[in-house]
């Protein structure tokens, strides 16, 4: 048993899960704030070079979890370690923002997709991306591929 | 406090931290394995599909924490939020392996920098990746930039 104390806390638009932006093609440009505890501050030492950042946080108000659901971008159900459902065995989410600015021990950020007053674990800087040609999505590009498919039908009809 | 279990453990080549390659310009190429409970295996159903991997793992042997270290790749030092630093107020590590097979409920992959027996808290798909114009790269961006004048310097004499 591996036992964490949040670091600080995200301040976030969304108060309510029905209020996050969902399902396939979502964008997530949403501002907020990560709060760090100040205990924590010289922790943040030179972050400001970094464009974009690793969060790591709690879905503090999923509970249990399913080994197999379906997503909010398709009909069919895959296993939640192919998902970034919040019902996981480790109710661990992972975000990637865009650092706006630091002031002290507080960080504005674009692209949060948190519930406000989420649990922060641990902040990380993203340091590389794997080049898109190199990437498979898996059934994520299968459901875009069927929803772009039924799309154009729609239009023909 | 938030408490967690393992839902597996790594495999890799690598029993010694020294043994892990660290440092300015370190590709991770080497291969292992991320051996999953059996209690989780449908919980990987339909990952296959996908080329790239976040793993979210313990440092279990790391103990305590420095807000300020100077990393393997520089020479000066930097707040621990804005490096890869084992020494975590959260000691959870972050790697973007490579899916090469899956075997029940075994994920052979590469690109693995963790230590053989490292316990895995989570596995999420890599959806997509930050366009690497987009990216600024701070202390480390800086640090290569300087090692790269030192060694060109090194070279004309």
Same mark, same amino acid.
């Not at 969304?14 to 029905?18: A, G, K, L």
């Not at 010289?42 to 970094?50: K, Q």
């Not at 019902?87 to 480790?90: A, D």
């Given at each position: 048993m591996i036992c964490m104390e949040p670091i600080g806390t995200i301040r976030s638009p969304? &108060?309510? &899960?029905?209020q996050i932006p969902k399902g396939l093609g979502t964008v997530h440009e949403a501002l907020g704030t990560i709060e760090v505890a100040p205990i924590f501050?010289?922790?943040? &030492?030179?972050?400001?070079?970094?464009s974009h950042l690793f969060v790591l946080w709690v879905f503090d108000r999923a509970t249990g979890f399913d080994l197999v659901g379906t997503p909010p971008a398709d009909t069919r159900a895959h296993g939640v370690f192919a998902t970034r459902s919040p019902?996981?065995?480790?109710p661990i989410g992972l975000t990637i923002v865009k650092l706006i600015s630091r002031e002290g021990c507080c960080l504005r950020v674009s692209g949060v997709d948190m519930l406000d007053g989420t649990p922060v674990l641990d902040i990380k800087p993203y340091l590389s991306s794997i080049p898109s040609n190199e990437l498979r999505r898996g059934w994520l590009a299968e459901a875009e591929e069927r929803n772009q498919v039924a799309r154009e039908r729609d239009e023909r009809c």
């Open positions: 969304y &108060t309510e &899960t029905s501050e010289a922790g943040l &030492t030179d972050i400001e070079g970094f019902r996981r065995p480790n």
